[in-house]
Every structure is written in structure tokens, then in C-alpha cells.
């Protein structure tokens, strides 16, 4: 045969030097099929160029085709050795691949079709899906690979797409169909896996069994909590709280004290996630103070704590103390009778920022002198009463500095409650203002992320001292490295 032109790409539509007969070689390392255009652009029909490969075709001289750069094509002279793709005398057998989606998200499914002309039915086809980071795992079939059987030309399979919990990105699985001989059929598809999940993070997973015990009730044997119950979270709020267990009704009806009770001990079964740990207690009536210690164990008989603290319900009304949270949910403002005491609900956030990394933090505050020393503020208990930091003076102005600390959620401040209070924080250089009128407020948020590098706080009521009950950075209660109390990891 005799090539009567320059080789063209069919990168784009192309009808070769108006040539009747075509020479077609594909220069790649996969199958390209290659679709036939008349004049006016109408789809005439669609081949398959073997990877490798050179094929010949007729074409009416005036249409066009159209593949990839990967596909040359030359005007050739007609040659009676020459074998056509298509032709009767010798068919050959076309492949191509289609995809119901080019792209899902998880939960979602996609179906793949292989279309086929001159292939006997009940001929099996293998597929395999790949990719970076694509496993069995992400599929609800398990698998990677399978097998289907033409019928009329065509045969498909349908895969459905995990919803997991992890946080993985936009994934790009590419499929391609393979013949009894393992040779690589029809083009190749590919289908975008859209993440919808985040995930939590994995830390303190290992850990299988937890519960709650009493602690000391020294100097709060008259009062304590009627009840109390834990539970996991990702969320600093109620909404989404996995409770784990409740040792009494917390129904909030219940009168008197509650000692002595045994904890039944939450069992798992598995490594879980969870960024917070939530502890509520119910209390009825006036001001109520209880030790608690919650503690985790590997093997359900040595435990080791994870936090030991106070639970108080002294009076505030949870006006920017979001972590403040009625057991019930029924008032929002902590104004029933039930309480989650401020001291052992905090939700913590188990991160790798752990800020308790052996400062004195007592020893990182100016500003006035104290007769209640600034470090009951930082004793691992979050409470009121005797056992907080109190200025000697009225209205003095107390500064922490000195301190680097990492916020990556939030920074609580509690000050004195029923008196107005003003308190900054400096992150990243910008300095925030939190100020409240007193009527039992006493809790200041700041929730802009970044590195803490100082506090201030004072009390505006001219004939009132200026207190400090704790610190709060993202759930880690701020403790001298004296203390055991809080929370400890």
C-alpha cells in the first residue's frame, strides 16, 4: 500500500487530506477509541485502535475523525491486503466504555457499562478498579475487581460508594475492562469519590473501658450532686452526645444527697473516637459541690484517671458559657433547678495541644497583690467560693503573661459571678475584649484560634474584688504542675 500523506493527531476533528481510506496508528500505551463525524458533525459511529496497533478504515472523503494526539492518521492508497476495522469479511470487535457519573459522593453509586459490537454473548469480561489511596474499603461490594458476561452486545456492573467516617479528600478511581487473555479492552473511565465525612480525632481510642467514681468529699461532704452521667462527643454542645451511661434517674425531681453509689463501668468493646469527654450532674435545689475522678482502663481492672475535679452548680445564668449545659436541655440558661456543674461537665477536647505541659501558671500573673492565692485559680478544679483566686484590693487589673499557648477551639475565662467583669485576650497579636454586667454572668469566651500570649481581668464594680475561678483552652482546665487534679492527659 502506498501512504499518500503527512501523519495527523486526532487530537481534534479531522477528515485527513479528504482521504476515503485511512491509516491509523495508535502510538499509546492504551486502547483509544476513535469517533467518525460526518460534514454537519453528526456522530456516525465510534472504533477502537489498539494500543500499539495500526488499523485502516473507509470513510466517506468528507468525514472527519476524531481521538487523541496518541492516534496518527495518514491518506493511504486502497489495498486488497489491506484489513478494515469493521469490515465483513474480516469483523473486528469494538469496545467502549461509559460511566453513568463522572462524579459521586459517598453513599453514592456509579454504573460502568462496556459496549461491545461483534462479540458473541456469553463472552466474560474482567474489570478492576484502581487508584491512589482506592481500596476494598471504600466500596460496599468489597471489592476491587469482578467479572461480567455480554448480552446484546453490552454488559455493566454498579458500584456504591462507602459513606465512612473518614476525612480523605476527593478520590479518583479509574476503571478498565480486560479480555479472557488479560489484554486491555475498550477506553479507559475514571469517577471522582467526593469526601462528605469528617473525621474525629483518633486519640485516646485505645482505651476500651471508662467510668466514674466518687472522689474526696472533703469540704463538700454536705453538698454534691444527686447524679451523675458521662458521655462521648465531637462538638462542644449537647447536640450529637453519646451518653454511655447514667448511674441514677436524672430526672431532676430527686430530693437530698446521693453518696456512695458504684459506677457500672462502660464497656466499649473497640478502640472508639471521640474529641470530647462530657460529664453532666443533676442537682436540685440550692448550691451543690461533689468530687468526682473519671478513670480508663485497657483491660477493665487496672484504671488509671483521666481527670478528677469538682462539680459545683454555683449560680450563674450561661450567658457566654456555652460549655454550661442543664442536664436536662430544658433551659439552655441554667436556670432550673438542674445543673451540670461547671467543674466536671466541661467537655474536653483531646488533642495534641494538651497546654498543661508543666507550667507554673500561677507564677505567670501581675498586677495586684491576693489574699485567696492566684493559685487556687490553677488547683485543676473550676469553682467558686473560698477556693478561687482573690485580689487583696478592689477593682485591680490582673495580667497573664509570659505564656505561649496554642487555642485551636476556644479560650473560657471565669471570673467572679454577680458582679460585672472585663476580660482580653491576645491571640496572635490582636487583642479581643468579653465584657459582662454582672446579674450572675461570669463566664468570658473567646473563640478565635491562633497562640495566646495574654490575659487580663478586673473587676468594674468599684467595691468588688476581682476574682479568677480558672482557665479554660479547649477543654483543658489550666493546672500548676503541682496538681493532679484535672484533666491529666
Not at 157 to 183: C, H, P, R, W
Not at 240 to 269: I, K, M, R
Not at 401 to 429: H, L, M, Q, R
Request: proline share 2%; charged share 15%.
Amino acid at each position: 500500500m502506498k501512504i499518500l500523506s503527512t501523519e495527523t493527531n486526532l487530537g481534534s476533528a479531522t477528515n485527513v487530506s479528504n482521504a476515503s481510506v485511512v491509516r491509523l496508528f495508535n502510538s499509546g500505551d492504551s486502547n483509544i477509541l476513535v469517533t467518525r463525524k460526518d460534514y454537519a458533525g453528526t456522530v456516525v459511529g465510534s472504533f477502537m485502535v489498539p494500543a500499539g496497533q495500526v488499523i485502516y478504515a473507509e470513510k466517506y472523503f468528507t468525514d472527519t475523525l476524531e481521538a487523541s494526539a496518541d492516534v496518527k492518521a495518514s491518506k493511504t492508497a486502497y489495498s486488497s491486503m489491506m484489513s478494515f476495522v469493521g469490515q465483513t469479511a474480516d469483523p473486528l470487535p469494538t469496545y467502549t466504555v461509559s460511566v453513568s457519573a463522572s462524579s459521586v459522593d459517598e453513599g453514592g453509586n456509579f454504573t460502568v457499562t462496556l459496549s461491545t459490537t461483534n462479540i458473541d454473548d456469553g463472552t466474560q469480561f474482567n474489570y478492576v478498579l484502581s487508584g491512589t489511596g482506592i481500596t476494598t474499603a471504600d466500596f460496599t461490594s468489597g471489592s476491587l475487581n469482578g467479572t461480567v458476561t455480554i448480552s446484546n452486545n453490552a454488559a455493566s456492573f454498579t458500584q456504591t460508594v462507602v459513606e465512612d467516617t473518614l476525612t480523605e479528600g476527593t478520590e479518583t478511581v479509574t476503571i478498565k475492562f480486560y479480555d479472557a487473555s488479560m489484554n486491555y479492552v475498550g477506553n479507559t473511565v475514571t469517577v471522582s469519590l467526593n469526601d462528605t465525612s469528617t473525621t474525629p480525632a483518633s486519640l485516646h481510642s485505645s482505651h476500651r473501658y471508662w467510668r466514674i467514681i466518687e472522689g474526696t468529699h472533703t469540704n463538700y461532704a454536705n453538698h454534691f450532686p444527686r447524679v451523675a452521667r458521662m458521655g462521648l462527643n465531637t462538638e462542644e454542645s449537647l447536640s450529637g452526645v453519646t451518653w454511655l451511661y447514667t448511674f441514677a434517674s436524672d430526672n431532676c425531681s430527686d430530693q437530698g444527697t446521693y453518696t456512695n453509689w458504684t459506677p457500672t463501668t462502660y464497656d466499649h468493646g473497640s478502640p472508639i473516637s471521640f474529641t470530647h469527654l462530657v460529664i453532666s450532674s443533676v442537682y436540685n435545689g440550692s448550691v451543690r459541690s461533689g468530687t468526682y475522678k473519671v478513670e480508663y482502663s485497657d483491660n477493665g481492672s487496672s484504671w488509671t484517671t483521666a481527670w478528677a475535679g469538682v462539680g459545683h452548680n454555683s449560680s450563674q445564668n450561661g450567658t457566654g458559657a456555652t460549655a454550661i449545659w442543664p442536664s436536662t436541655g430544658n433551659d439552655t440558661s441554667g436556670n432550673n433547678t438542674c445543673f451540670c456543674g461547671h467543674g466536671i461537665m466541661q467537655g474536653s477536647r483531646f488533642g495534641p495541644d494538651n497546654p498543661n505541659d508543666g507550667t507554673d501558671w500561677g507564677s505567670k500573673w501581675s498586677g495586684a497583690g491576693f489574699d485567696q492565692s492566684i493559685d487556687k485559680a490553677f488547683d485543676g478544679y473550676l469553682r467558686a467560693g473560698s477556693n478561687r483566686a482573690r485580689t487583696s484590693g478592689n477593682a485591680p487589673v490582673i495580667t497573664m503573661s509570659g505564656i505561649s499557648i496554642t487555642v485551636n477551639e476556644y479560650v473560657k475565662v471565669y471570673s467572679e459571678n454577680n458582679y460585672p467583669s472585663t476580660v482580653t485576650a491576645t491571640i496572635d497579636g490582636t487583642t479581643y475584649t468579653s465584657s459582662h454586667s454582672g446579674s450572675q454572668v461570669h463566664t468570658h469566651t473567646f473563640t478565635e484560634t491562633g497562640t495566646l500570649t495574654q490575659l487580663t481581668v478586673v473587676n468594674n464594680g468599684s467595691q468588688g474584688r476581682t476574682y479568677l475561678e480558672g482557665v479554660v483552652v479547649d477543654g483543658y482546665l489550666l493546672k500548676n504542675n503541682t496538681t493532679d487534679n484535672g484533666w491529666n492527659y
